[in-house]
């Protein structure tokens, strides 16, 4: 703390995180005292520093790969698989939001729950006009791509 402007900095950065930080708050005593003369007056304040959590960590998918096999002639709705990520990051920032990204040709052929990571069929599916394809499923935090 600047002795003189009462400004107060930390000498390491923290990371919300980490095992030695979560929830933790530091809580001070401040005293300020004045220049008088023969006797200093002095006044004190509590002071709580809490690390505050920031969207800092990626969502992570928890397989590197996923492979689901859908029949053909099925009606839409089918359930095709589903994807899991996590975020380390704390609440709001831990929330997983999904997303397709794949060829404009598969585009309306399948649907993710931006929620839950379930992957159905939006129509039905033939083999004959749609051969071996792959869609993959993007993630970030509070929903920004």
Not at 8 to 30: C, I, Q, W
Not at 43 to 51: C, I, K, N
Not at 74 to 81: E, N
Not at 115 to 126: F, K, M, N, Q, R
Request: glycine share 6%.
């Amino acid at each position: 703390m600047n002795q003189h402007n009462g400004t107060v900095r930390t000498l390491m950065s923290f990371d919300h995180e980490s095992a030695d930080v979560v929830g933790a708050a530091v809580d001070y005593v401040v005293t300020v005292r004045d220049a008088g003369s023969p006797v200093a007056l002095s006044s004190s304040a509590s002071l709580r520093l809490v690390v505050a959590d920031v969207d800092d960590n990626s969502p992570v998918f928890v397989a590197d790969r996923y492979e689901f096999a859908v029949p053909e002639n099925r009606p839409a709705g089918l359930h095709v698989g589903t994807v899991e990520a996590t975020d380390a990051d704390g609440p709001p920032f831990d929330r997983v939001i999904y997303r397709l990204s794949c060829t404009d040709s598969l585009a309306d052929m399948f649907h993710i729950d931006r929620h839950s990571g379930v992957i159905v069929t939006a129509t039905e599916l033939d083999r004959e006009q749609v051969d071996k394809r792959t869609a993959v499923a993007s993630i970030d935090g509070l929903g920004r791509f």
